[in-house]
């Protein structure tokens, strides 16, 4: 089974702080992805990586950074954390292969609130 | 971008009844994702979908590519289908997300 874990499940941070979300796959999937779920706004895209040390902007980025230094790892950066920012933030994986419909498995969010 | 609706938002039924949860999109589109999430956060791929009819138990997913439109159905629903169900549709925008609707099954 493809496992997707995520660093914390539960997150309470204050506003300034630097926040660090991490996300570590096990089946060698060469996409990752970071979504954050507001109700009423479903999921929404910040940041994906298609291989490592390389990143692309979602729908969303502003506010957020992102690093992928190894194949298996993909971190999410909040550089200083707003209130707007509280969230559950889920992480996804998928293999990158050409013609094929690439399903994506997630981890099991993180719910961060920022004080 | 592509406009995912999905119907109905909220649905309470009582264990044993046929549920059925649509799915509406405004362009064409190379796969169509059912997920399921748990309380607590958990998301679970149930179907992957490109054309016609898959079934998986007591879950059924079709899809009609002309209408731009899928269901999700549950057969002798039980509580523990309990979860928020959401529709996703890859295009070339790439990933776009239903808001979800949020099933309670009540013994």
């Known amino acids: 089974d493809v496992k997707v874990t995520q660093s914390s499940r539960y997150l309470v941070k204050r506003t300034g702080e630097k926040v660090f979300l991490e996300c570590v796959q096990d089946?060698?999937?060469?996409?990752m992805f970071w979504y954050r779920q507001d109700p009423g706004l479903g999921l929404r895209l910040i940041y994906f990586?298609?291989?490592?040390?390389?990143?692309e902007k979602g729908d969303i980025p502003e506010g957020y950074s992102v690093s992928r230094e190894k194949k298996e790892r993909f971190s999410l950066i909040l550089e200083s954390a707003s209130t707007n920012q509280t969230s559950m933030y889920l992480c996804?994986?998928?293999?990158?292969?050409?013609?094929?419909?690439?399903?994506?498995?997630f981890g099991p969010g993180t719910r961060l609130t920022v004080l | 971008k592509n406009e995912v609706e999905q119907s109905p938002q909220n649905l309470t039924a009582q264990e044993g009844e046929f549920i059925t949860i649509n799915c509406s999109y405004s362009?064409?589109?190379?796969?169509l994702h059912w997920l399921q999430q748990h309380p607590g956060g958990g998301i679970v791929s149930l179907f992957m979908?490109?054309?016609g009819k898959k079934k998986h138990g007591r879950l059924i997913a079709t899809i009609n590519i002309q209408e731009k439109h899928s269901s999700l159905h549950i057969t002798a629903s039980h509580p523990r289908d309990s979860a928020v169900y959401i529709c996703?549709?890859?295009?070339?925008?790439?990933?776009?997300f239903g808001k979800g609707t949020h099933l309670i099954i009540q013994p």
């Open positions: 990586s298609y291989d490592v040390k390389m990143k």
């Open positions: 996804a994986s998928s293999f990158r292969l050409a013609g094929f419909y690439n399903e994506q498995f």
């Open positions: 979908l490109s054309s």
């Open positions: 089946m060698d999937h060469e996409n």
């Open positions: 996703a549709v890859r295009s070339a925008d790439g990933l776009t």
């Open positions: 362009v064409g589109i190379s796969a």
